[in-house]
């Protein structure tokens, strides 16, 4: 049976582009229009593997998103980074000058803020997803309403870029990881990175401990993440990710980790994709 990915977003969007990359040209989508709803389709098994953007060079981490790996118990399996190009498009026939709206994701419209200072005629307006408001575009014949998207976008639903690469910085990179509900079986001599969520007592000196139990033991610390513990105000849960050559280095320090944390989370263990 074939296996179905949930992304965010429709064909066209970045999370489409990702899942071609890392599973194929010719996958079969279950379409999401939320982060909730991909997590849903994976749990309820609608989906074998999910595509979650984490974070972005510019936006820096999706915070909710490291809250639902966790709190909904899915693993993961794989990340991909991807280079994003933001294009502005809309149906034939328009300038720029006759846009009165840009739809897209606040992330997208984030990354392209500085674009839209020389268009101070045209309001931005937050939505669900990039390829999707690309999509409605063209099914509503909206005229004088503007996408922000891929080119892939803009040849399924037959509009004009109107101007390439509006993002800000042009070394604009997210981070994906593969989301699956069980825990995968691993091929211990490809894993060289992990993902760990932890929680530790709240007195001086406890963190710093903790990131000296990994350079002892030859973790490198690639990602660091702070969380509040809703039922626990002012508490914090860390979102960590690190890599390591040897895998028995991490067995070591996961021994000794477990130890001193009063909570210790495993949310994947995987092949970093820089040293592919």
Not at 154 to 173: D, H, P, R, Y
């Amino acid at each position: 049976m074939e296996q179905t990915i949930a992304i965010q977003g429709v064909q066209g969007s970045n999370h489409h582009k990702v899942a071609q990359l890392y599973f194929g040209e010719q996958v079969l989508l279950d379409e999401c229009l939320s982060f909730d709803e991909l997590v849903h389709s994976l749990t309820h098994e609608k989906s074998s593997y999910a595509i979650m953007a984490l974070e972005n060079t510019i936006a820096g981490s999706i915070i909710p998103n490291y809250a639902l790996i966790d709190a909904n118990n899915i693993h993961i399996n794989g990340e991909y980074y991807l280079n994003i190009h933001h294009h502005l498009m809309a149906l034939p026939n328009q300038a720029i000058e006759d846009i009165i709206e840009v739809c897209s994701h606040p992330m997208a419209l984030l990354q392209c803020k500085e674009f839209f200072k020389q268009y101070p005629h045209i309001k931005l307006v937050e939505d669900l997803d990039t390829a999707a408001v690309a999509r409605r575009i063209q099914e509503q014949q909206q005229r004088g309403v503007a996408a922000i998207a891929t080119k892939t976008a803009a040849e399924l639903f037959g509009l004009n870029v109107l101007s390439s690469e509006i993002q800000t910085i042009k070394t604009n990179e997210t981070r994906f990881v593969i989301l699956q509900k069980q825990k995968p079986i691993e091929d211990v001599s490809q894993i060289n990175k992990a993902s760990l969520r932890l929680e530790l007592d709240h007195k001086r000196g406890s963190l710093a401990t903790v990131l000296n139990v990994m350079s002892d033991c030859k973790l490198n610390l690639t990602k660091i993440q702070s969380l509040p513990i809703i039922e626990t105000p002012w508490k914090y849960a860390f979102f960590v990710d690190v890599t390591f050559n040897d895998y028995e280095d991490y067995t070591k320090a996961i021994s000794v980790l477990e130890i001193m944390s009063t909570s210790l989370k495993v949310l994947g263990t995987y092949k970093n994709q820089r040293t592919a």
